[in-house]
Nanobody, 120 residues
Framework: QVQLVESGGGLVQAGGSLRLSCAAS????????MGWYRQAPGKQRELVAG???????KYADSVKGRFTISRDNAKNTVYLQMNSLKPEDTAAYYC??????????????WGQGTQVTVSS
């Protein structure tokens, strides 16, 4: 059973920064692609950023240049550094584990989510 535990969410003023962490267990982390998604009230869950096992990243257009996804395979942890936060970044953020080393095959495990609230 794979477990994903997020941390690092909170309340921050616009223009501020937060770093989210997702600790994974129960799977060989180093060969699995990982992602961060978010869901705001009344909206669909959307991809924020993803990273393959080889470190290839992708980002939603709305966060390019502000957010950075990274991974530490020794710690089985994926991070999301969020800078220049905007009120529209307010959402529950979810860590996701893909079925393979790339994005093909989709997601099979989700974390419980961590709330990020950006005040104006």
């Amino acid at each position: 059973q794979v477990q994903l535990v997020e941390s690092g969410g909170g309340l921050v003023q616009a223009g501020g920064s937060l770093r989210l962490s997702c600790a994974a267990s129960g799977r060989l982390f180093s060969i699995t692609a990982m992602g961060w998604y978010r869901q705001a009230p009344g909206k669909q869950r959307e991809l924020v950023a993803g990273i393959t096992s080889d470190g290839i990243t992708k980002y939603a257009d709305s966060v390019k240049g502000r957010f950075t996804i990274s991974r530490d395979n020794a710690k089985n942890t994926v991070y999301l550094q969020m800078n220049s936060l905007k009120p529209e970044d307010t959402a529950a953020y979810y860590c996701a584990s893909y079925r393979s080393s790339s994005y093909y095959g989709g997601i099979d495990y989700w974390g419980q989510g961590t709330q990020v609230t950006v005040s104006s």
